[in-house]
């Protein structure tokens, strides 16, 4: 889970330079947000939990796009903390515990494993298949030209 922002940034945004956990950390805060929506009703200030997690995403996305229509390059990958987030609510949702389990909590369960496999996946057969990234590639595949 806490290497899902560098292997999301590797796919999508491959020439930012990253630097410290800031995916994780948001990883650990959308698994937080899972939890809560996952055990709302028996959750004490559940409220409360999950407004601090959406005010947090919502003032760096803010951030993120401000800075994009202004044209100033921060070199943030942003790319690390969208797929940081995903990973941490995918990944919270099955390793977290729920407290009462409902039939449709089963699926969605069954949902996010697959979806985060797929991704997971992906991101490895990405990174070992594509030609463009690195630069000085060497791959036997991308020097073959297959």
Not at 12 to 30: C, E, F
Not at 77 to 89: F, K, N, P, S, T
Not at 100 to 119: N, T, Y
Request: a negative charge; glycine letters at 10%.
């Amino acid at each position: 889970m806490l290497s899902a922002g560098s292997l999301g940034t590797s796919v999508v945004d491959s020439q930012v330079y990253l630097a410290g956990a800031s995916g994780g950390v948001y990883a650990i805060l959308a698994a937080h947000l899972a939890n809560a929506v996952m055990n709302w009703k028996e959750m004490q200030f559940g409220w409360a939990r999950l407004a601090f997690v959406l005010i947090l995403a919502v003032a760096d996305t803010a951030t993120a796009v401000y800075y994009y229509y202004i044209g100033t390059d921060t070199g943030v990958g942003y790319a690390a903390h969208i797929c940081g987030a995903l990973a941490g609510v995918l990944v919270g949702i099955v390793t977290l515990w729920n407290i009462d389990e409902k039939p449709w909590e089963v699926k969605v369960w069954w949902i996010s494993l697959c979806v985060f496999m797929a991704l997971v996946l992906f991101g490895i057969f990405w990174n070992i298949f594509y030609c463009g990234y690195p630069h000085d590639n060497l791959s036997p595949i991308c020097k073959t030209g297959l």
